[in-house]
């Protein structure tokens, strides 16, 4: 069964840095191609990261929002996917979730809560 | 950037009576070389994540009750529930995965009428 299982999200102040993970289990990481998507409060989906898999040569993407400021990688060893957030801005506030891309089924976490905020 | 486009922005729909959603794509996201789609759809209900109903534009996830079913290709798509319950009250969005960004559509809220 293919689980995720978000963790890492808490309050922070603007400018601030927030790691996010995301732990695996059912399926291998990096044999798939993962993202992160967003949801601010009473707002839809906004997807902000995809991470290619071993084939796609890990290649990375990245919205225009959050382009050079958020970094996505994975640890193989521990089957975690990872979002290195930097310059935290209030609108970043949302919850967090890591998806598989839907190439023959999904998989999405329950989400992560981060708050930015002074 | 592809631009995902759902209507309506809501629905109200009888009980047992059928449910239509749509979803346009700013450019084809169908693949020549496979002949697929790359369009999925999900379902989300308050504090909830969201859960996959089809990928493919038209396969049904796993687990995923048979009233619900996808249609369309190239630019444009359609999520239909045949017979509508009570639980299937929620939001539903459409993405594409053709290519990055992976790009929503803005949600449709389906209620009961």
Redesign the interface.
């Known amino acids: 069964e293919v689980q995720l299982e978000e963790s890492g999200g808490d309050l922070v102040q603007p400018g601030g840095s927030l790691r996010l993970s995301c732990a695996a289990s059912g399926f291998t990481v990096s044999a798939h ?1 993962m ?1 992160w ?1 967003r949801q601010a409060p009473g707002k ?4 902000i990261s ?1 991470i290619y898999n071993d084939a796609g040569g890990g290649t990375t ?1 990245y ?2 929002s959050v382009k050079g400021r958020f970094t996505i990688s994975r640890d193989t060893s521990k089957n975690t996917l990872f979002l290195q957030m930097n310059s935290l801005r209030p609108e970043d506030t949302a919850m967090y ?1 890591c ?1 598989r ?11 992560t809560l981060v708050t930015v905020s002074s | 950037d592809i631009v995902m486009t759902q209507s309506p922005d809501s629905l109200a729909v009888s009980l047992g009576e059928r449910a239509t959603i749509n979803c346009k794509s700013s450019q084809s996201i169908l693949y020549r070389s496979n002949s697929k789609n790359y369009l999925a759809w999900y379902q989300q209900k308050p504090g909830q994540p969201p859960k996959l109903l089809i990928y493919w534009a038209s396969d049904r996830e796993s687990g995923v009750p048979d009233r619900f079913s996808g249609s369309g290709s190239g630019t444009d798509f359609t999520l239909t529930i045949s017979s509508l319950q009570a639980e299937d009250v929620a939001l539903y969005y459409c993405q594409q995965y053709y290519s990055p960004p992976y790009t929503f559509g803005q949600g449709t809220k389906l209620e009961i009428k």
């Open positions: 191609y993202n998507v839809g989906l906004e997807w995809l993407f919205a225009d979730y998806a891309t839907p190439y023959g089924g999904g998989g999405w976490g329950q989400g």
